[in-house]
Antibody, heavy 124, light 106 residues
């Protein structure tokens, strides 16, 4: 059974940093690209960042470019999101998600498995 | 940047009725790059449709997707009580989501 479990969220002051983790199990992690998607309270889904299977491609939403860094450790079956210079508008539930198709071409495919999310609150 | 617009914002229907949800892109996209998700309160999104018209694993056949170019449609042929939720389209050339359509009970 595919499982994605996010952790690392919490309350943080504006300007500070936080690192999110996503532990993956039930599939061959290094076969799949992975993404982070967030959802502010009462709002819609916003794609944040994606990384391909071997970390050769990484993309970011304009809203987080230069502040967030996505990474993965295939030996640990884990995905990460380093978030620096946090702002109030970064407050959201952060989901990690797996792509539908494995391999290099799978980077550009739908997200078929999602975690339950970890809540990040940026407030003084 | 491709922007997705969904309409209507809210769709009020009764169980058993047909639901037609629209997703329009600001420029033409490949059908291969269009997906639909369902999200219920307190739950993560669930993939319904990928490649504009292919149902994801375990999705009932009352859900269907169609469209090409800039106009895409999600149809629920007969609404079941569990289908009342928010629906998002996504284009995964740049991964952006539409703002969502809420399907609620009339």
């Amino acid at each position: 059974e595919v499982q994605l479990v996010e952790s690392g969220g919490g309350l943080v002051q504006p300007g500070r940093s936080l690192r999110l983790s996503c532990a993956a199990s039930g599939f061959t992690f290094d076969d799949y690209a992975m993404h982070w998607v967030r959802q502010a309270p009462g709002k819609g889904l916003e794609w944040v960042s994606g990384i391909n299977w071997n970390s050769g491609s990484r993309d970011y939403a304009d809203s987080v470019k230069g502040r967030f860094t996505i990474s993965r450790d295939n030996a640990k079956n884990s995905l990460y999101l380093q978030m620096n210079s946090l702002r109030a508008e970064d407050t959201a539930l952060y989901y990690c998600a797996r792509v539908l198709r494995r391999g290099g071409s799978g980077y550009y495919s739908s997200f078929d498995y999602w975690g339950q999310g970890t809540l990040v609150t940026v407030s003084s | 940047e491709i922007v997705l617009t969904q309409s209507p914002g809210t769709l009020s229907l009764s169980p058993g009725e047909r639901a037609t949800l629209s997703c329009r892109a600001s420029q033409s996209i490949s059908s291969s790059y269009l997906g639909w998700y369902q999200q219920k309160p307190g739950q993560a999104p669930r993939l319904l449709i990928y490649g504009a018209s292919s149902r994801a694993t375990g999705i009932p056949d009352r859900f269907s997707g169609s469209g090409s170019g800039t106009d895409f449609t999600l149809t629920i042929s007969r609404l079941e009580p569990e289908d009342f939720a928010v629906y998002y389209c996504q284009q995964y050339g740049s991964f952006t989501f539409g703002p969502g359509t809420k399907v609620d009970i009339k």
